[in-house]
Structure formats: C-alpha cells, structure tokens
C-alpha cells in the first residue's frame, strides 16, 4: 500500500501547481492526476453540481488505488470536504486549510484579501476559516475570467493586467498585506497580481502548503513510500482532447507532463497506472 499512488484532483490545469510541489517535496512518491476538463471551470456551476462532479472523479482515483486524496481545486474542496472525508477510508487533503494557516502567520497589519472563484468566494470557506480570529479583518473578491485566462494559456498579456487591476483595486484599497490566491490556477498570474498589489502585499498560495500537508499525513498514517520506491507521474483528463491538455500543462509547467490519457470517470480503468511511455 505505501507505494500506491496518492490521488491528485482539480477541475482544469490548476492543480498541477499542487502535483509540482508533492513531486519536489516527495521526490519517492508517485501519483495519478486527474483535470475533470469536461466539466471545467467549477467556479460559476452549481454547488450540487460541483459536488457530483468532484465525487464521481476521486471514485475514479480511489478505484485506482490510491493511498491519499489531494482535492487540489478550492471550489471542489469548499463543496464537498466534509462528503469526501466521510464516504472514503483514505486519507483526504485539501488546499484551503494549509493555504488559511499561512495566511494568518504571514500577515502583519491583519487585513488580509483573499480572491478565488464565484463559488469558493460564495461559499465562504476562507471567510469562515479566518474570520474565527476576531483579531482579523478578511477581504474577499470572485475573480471569475482568471480561470478563463489560465484555461486559455494566457497569462502575461495586457487585458490580463487590466482584468487584474478591475478586480484587485478594491482590496488594495483596503490596505491588505497579505492576499490569499483563493484558486489553484492562481499561481500562474502570480506576475500580473503581485504587480497590480505591489511590492508590500504578500501572495499566498496552497501549493507549497499543501504538499506539507501531505507530507504529514503520510508519516502520521506511516504511509510514505520505501526507500527504495522508483516514482511513477501519471495524468489524466475527462474532456474531449487529451492532446490539448498535454499542450497547455506543458506550456505552464514548462515541459513537465510527458503524456495525458483520456478517462471516464466512475469507469475503474487499472491499466490507467502504467507509465506513460
């Protein structure tokens, strides 16, 4: 069982930040990721929907035979933590907790922004989360065409500027020096949000948070692969183009992901943790 793979989900690219990091962090450990491309972006869908789409692929993952659950996708995570941790008996991580905790130890003035998707942001799940510390004045902004940009492989051109100044003027007004990128696919805008917020805002995303997170669930559960484990990296899609997955992860992630294969998700499909040749 401690060489299973753990099982890495988001509803697009987003989540290969998250995978980046559990591989630099946990050089030994394998693992499957899944982009439910099919149904993304999660951000302006329903919550019921959300939640039937994000169970349907970690059913997918666990039938596979993964060890752990990393919902790597802040809207997915913000409407069904709680039904994932409850119908599997593997472990399950999530990006908003780590991301919260470092937040909180990094701010200064304590104003902190936090910017995600129209769900994440509806649901409250940061809000809630930092607003327990009274201490805390919490500011939070949807920033829906920021998924939209990262899908399309743009980010570093002009109306990725100006949409960015559109949405974070407010809390840079509001004297924020710590901004919470509430979305995985975040990360790949860091140039254009950490520009329009200046130099004194700290960013914080879940990446790095998360695979510590991971971490210690594998030595808690004394699940971390042998010493002598040899890593097997393997991606998976739920749309239509698995070749246009492969373009675009390569394009963000600089050459990284070798191949995609195309799944049903809910079918249990074992051949799926074969290396990609």
Do not use: W
């Not at 929907?49 to 993964?66: I, K």
């Amino acid at each position: 069982m401690n060489d299973a793979p753990i099982g890495i989900f988001d509803s697009g690219v987003g989540g290969l930040t998250v995978a980046r990091a559990i591989r630099a962090q946990l050089p030994r450990e394998s693992f499957v990721y899944i982009g439910d491309t099919a149904h993304s972006p999660y951000g302006p869908k329903p919550i019921a929907d959300v939640r039937r789409y994000s169970l349907e692929v970690l059913d997918t993952l666990v039938d596979q035979g993964v060890k752990m659950l990393v919902i790597a996708c802040n809207t997915a995570s913000s409407a069904m933590l709680r039904d994932a941790r409850e119908r599997y008996d593997v472990p399950v991580v999530e990006v908003i907790g780590p991301a919260v905790r470092r937040a909180i130890s990094t701010t200064r003035n304590g104003r902190i922004g936090v910017i995600g998707t129209v769900g994440t942001i509806g649901s409250r799940a940061y809000q809630d989360m930092l607003e327990v510390n009274e201490n805390l004045a919490v500011f939070a902004a949807a920033c829906p065409r920021f998924v939209e940009f990262v899908e399309a492989g743009i980010t570093d051109t002009p109306e990725v500027l100006r949409v960015a100044e559109e949405y974070l003027a407010p809390l840079r007004d509001a004297d924020v020096d710590t901004l919470v990128l509430g979305c995985t696919h975040y990360p790949f805008l860091r140039g254009a949000i950490g520009y329009v917020m200046g130099e004194g805002v700290s960013l914080v995303s879940s990446d790095d948070e998360t695979a510590g997170d991971v971490y210690r669930q594998l030595v808690r559960g004394d699940l971390l692969a042998s010493a002598d484990a040899s890593p097997n990296y393997v991606y998976e899609a739920t749309g239509a183009s698995a070749d246009d997955f492969t373009a675009l992860a390569n394009r963000l992630m600089g050459q990284e992901v070798r191949g995609v294969r195309l799944v049903q998700t809910g079918v249990i499909d074992l051949p799926h943790l074969k290396e990609i040749p």
